[in-house]
Nanobody, 128 residues
Framework: QVRLVESGGGLVQAGGSLRLSCAAS?????????MGWFRQAPGKERDFVAV????????YYTDSVKGRFTISRDNAKNMVYLQMNSLKPEDTAVYYC????????????????????WGQGTQVTVSS
């Protein structure tokens, strides 16, 4: 069984930065081929934010965060990160770490159903 625990959320002013962390346990982290971040704002669906491959060499982002957010992973530490810069009020949401046993192809990498494991989420609030 895989356990994912997010941390690093909080309240920040618009234009500020936060770094989210996700600690994985219960299995060899490197066997989790795909690691991703999703977010869910109140009353809205869970939306894809970013995904990273096992090697870290391949990343994808939703258009609204490109150039502002950076996903990375450290397989030696069983960690995945989301560096969020130039935060906007519309980035306010609960952010979830997710993992998959395989690399989803095409549009599937942005679909929450493609992921096998989920954390409990961490709240990010950006004030204007």
């Amino acid at each position: 069984q895989v356990r994912l625990v997010e941390s690093g959320g909080g309240l920040v002013q618009a234009g500020g930065s936060l770094r989210l962390s996700c600690a994985a346990s219960g299995r060899t982290f490197s066997s989790l081929i795909t690691m991703g971040w999703f977010r869910q704002a109140p009353g809205k669906e869970r939306d894809f934010v970013a995904v990273i491959s096992w090697s870290g060499g391949t990343t994808y982002y939703t258009d609204s965060v490109k150039g502002r957010f950076t996903i990375s992973r450290d397989n030696a530490k069983n960690m995945v990160y989301l560096q969020m810069n130039s935060l906007k009020p519309e980035d306010t949401a609960v952010y979830y770490c997710a993992a998959a046993d395989r690399w989803p192809t095409g549009n599937r990498r942005s679909e929450w159903l493609s992921y096998d494991y989920w954390g409990q989420g961490t709240q990010v609030t950006v004030s204007s």
